[in-house]
C-alpha cells in the first residue's frame, strides 16, 4: 500500500505562487506514475498535471487550464512530488489531491490511479 500526503496550500492572492508537496510512504513510488488533481465546490475533480516515473523519461503533460502556469516534478531520493503553481487565479480555487499508479506512462483520468491522498485546500483571492 501507498500512502501519500499533500502539503503547501493555502490562501495566496491572484498572481501569486504555491508549492505543493505529496510525500509518499509505504512503498518507493519511483516507478509510479503520478498526478495532481483538484476538485472545487460543487465541480468534479479535474486533472491538473501527471508525471511519468523516470525510467520512461519522466514525461509531464498539463491540460490547457494551467499549462505554462504549473510545473510538475519529483525527487525520487525523497519519494515525493510537487506541483509549482505561479500566477494563480480565483478560478484555481480547489482541494489539491495527489495520486499514484504503479505503471508505466502517463495518465490523466481518475479511475487509472490507484492511491489517493486527502487534499490541501488552496484558495485564490480576487
Known amino acids: 500500500q501507498v500512502q501519500l500526503v499533500e502539503s503547501g496550500g493555502g490562501l495566496v492572492q491572484a498572481g501569486g505562487s504555491l508549492r505543493l508537496s505529496c510525500a509518499a510512504s509505504?512503498?518507493?513510488?519511483?516507478?509510479?506514475?503520478m498526478g495532481w488533481f483538484r476538485q472545487a465546490p460543487g465541480k468534479e475533480r479535474e486533472f491538473v498535471a501527471a508525471?511519468?516515473?523516470?525510467?520512461?523519461?519522466?514525461?509531464?503533460y498539463y491540460p490547457e487550464s494551467v499549462k505554462g502556469r504549473f510545473t510538475i516534478s519529483r525527487d525520487n531520493a525523497k519519494n515525493a512530488v510537487y506541483l509549482q503553481m505561479n500566477s494563480l487565479k480565483p478560478e484555481d480555487t480547489a482541494v489539491y489531491y495527489c495520486?499514484?499508479?504503479?505503471?508505466?506512462?502517463?495518465?490523466?483520468?481518475?479511475?487509472?490511479?490507484?492511491?489517493w491522498g486527502q487534499g490541501t485546500q488552496v484558495t485564490v483571492s480576487s
Open positions: 495520486a499514484a499508479t504503479p505503471k508505466a506512462g502517463i495518465y490523466m483520468k481518475l479511475f487509472e490511479y490507484d492511491y
Open positions: 508525471i511519468s516515473w523516470s525510467g520512461s523519461g519522466g514525461n509531464t
Open positions: 509505504g512503498r518507493t513510488v519511483s516507478r509510479y506514475a
